[in-house]
């Protein structure tokens, strides 16, 4: 791949801006803040897209730091290059809303396809890693990132075994890492635990020694016995209910009788009142009956005296005498008999005395027995409601006792059935668990499986390392001596920490100088990039990198450069430095000036 132009039509500072490459050495010279970082990003932004991050890291990432200052909404470049005898022009629009990239092959005028949207999709083992560990060098950022040893690693497999670029031992380890970590998050360990301790709670309650039967205890027996006696209390308190009701009944009905009496007597009492009061107030009783019934039977007497003794005289000389006698007697008689039968008839209307029951109010009242039938009827009374007592406190005492059977028989039937909920349950429980241990067995083979997968890879990356590790340090050892004309073996770790052999120990490179570290650092990246890229020549960029060679080995490595180096080169600088060493070699070199 050679760069022929870059067009930074809305780039960062530059508008519009064309710059023209050549195949070999290019040095594109400007002073601090001319652009070289902005030509810098611009090339690695066309190759593979402005990627914008999220957050806080949105703010120093490729789109946001090298948007355009007049018009963001303007965000574009193009880039022409040659790849395999072929030209193509690559057109990038970077803003956000109206994103796009476009690749016409320019000799056949045909749009190339970018499914992934960066050129790795027409160059193989174009990857934005491989291009910062090994085509872009810049200051300060020279030492490889150890993560791309798996890269080196897998372009070295690949190399070896398949002879594409297919196989990405990096790649299949982060895959694999992923894959353990979501199956370790799988593996049910804390629903395992708490099942067993679920199981063990069962198992538990269901060792409880059974509670024995206290001596309270009812047996269904007595429970029997106990309900025929309490049907037996209950008639037995009907029967005196219903005595008892009667015997209410019959009180309230002589109640109701005597009620009756006495209100008959108290209406015989005033129509005695009355009688007495029109006849002038005449004797009822006592003295003044008395004496009316002897004026009554004396007329009565003397009136029968007197016509016994007419009839007895009257054959005399003078028959006056005997029919005057006759007349009184008959008047006599007739005044007695009047009077007897006035006082009978008082007699018969006048109310009794108080505690005199003879007379006509006698026909409602009791005999001398019945007169005591309250007493009785108040002594069963007084029995019937002892004997109810007794029976409702019975009553009380066998519904307790069969209340009692009752609650524990519910209980009972509650021990079992919660005996069985328990064992069904501790069933389940043990059936999820060997679910779950299943489960977890299986996720645990697969992690054995991925883990051996990652070791697997891992033992191959190692042993890949000492195939192509040697190389690596040769080729490296090689550019080293042909730029200081000291010939130092590298040796390199998988982890790409290099060292240097000073014929006495291996010396950590961080403790050589500077200058030292960054001309190891740049052989070693170009070791790598014939490497990754074995059957094409890709352009190198060296951002302000050569600030810390002297100008020894800056002349040596530009002679390198623009002899045995890799194809195309280009160069940014703040100083005139390069421009004058290779003036002096007499290199022929594109010159391009931001400053201008």
Known sequence: MIIKELELIHFGKFHHY????????????GGNEAGKSTVCAFIRCMIFGAKRLRGRAALGDLYNRYMPWESGSNYEGAMVFCHEENT????????????????????????????????????????????????HVAQGQSPMDPRFALELQSQAANLAMTGSANLHLGRAIKVLGQERLKLQKAVPADQIRSMEEKIQTLETRKARPEPQPSQSS???????????????????????????????????????????????????????????????????????????????????????????????????????????????????VAAGAFLMIRILGRSKTSPPAPGDFSGPAQAHLKTRDEKEKPEQMAREQAQLSQQLKVLEERERALEHVIQQYRRQKERDAWELEHEAETENMLEDC???????????????????????????????????????????????SRIMEEITGHRRMFYVNPDLKVSVDNSKTLLPMERLSQGTVEQMQAALRLSAARLVFPEMEMPVIFDDTFAFYDDDRLKAFLSWLSGSGPGQAILMTCQHRECDLLDELNVDYNYVNLDD
Not at 453 to 473: K, P, S, V, W, Y
Request: hydrophobic residues 35%.
């Open 430 to 476: 043990r059936e999820a668990l060997e679910q779950l241990k299943e489960k977890a067995n299986g996720l645990k083979k697969e992690m054995f499986c991925v883990d051996t997968a990652r070791n697997i890879i891992q033992t191959l990356a190692e042993e890949i390392h000492e195939d192509f590790g040697g190389d690596l340090c040769r080729e490296a």
């Open 218 to 332: 009812l047996t269904r027996e007595q429970a029997n016995v106990a309900s025929l006696e309490l049907a037996k209390v209950r008639r037995e308190m009907e029967q005196c209910q219903t005595r008892r009701g009667m015997l209410l009944e019959s009180e309230r009905q002589w109640k109701a009788q005597v009620r009756e009496n006495e209100a008959l007597k108290m209406e015989e009492g005033l129509k005695m009142g009355e009688a007495g009061g029109k006849s002038g107030g005449g004797t009822r009783t006592g003295k003044n009956g008395r004496f009316f019934k002897t004026i009554s039977l004396g007329c009565l007497i003397l009136g029968a005296f007197l016509g016994a003794a007419s009839i007895l005289l009257g054959d005399g000389p003078e028959p006056v005498m005997p029919a005057l006698g006759t007349a009184a007697g008959l008047f006599l």
């Open 18 to 29: 064309k710059i023209e490459l050549g195949p070999r050495l290019n040095v594109i010279f």
């Open 88 to 135: 193509y022009r690559l057109y990038r629009n970077f803003y956000k809303e109206t994103q796009s990239v476009d690749l016409l092959c320019l000799d056949t005028g045909k749009r190339v396809p970018l499914p992934h949207g960066h050129l790795g999709d027409l160059i193989p083992g174009l990857t934005e890693e491989n291009y910062l560990n090994t085509i």
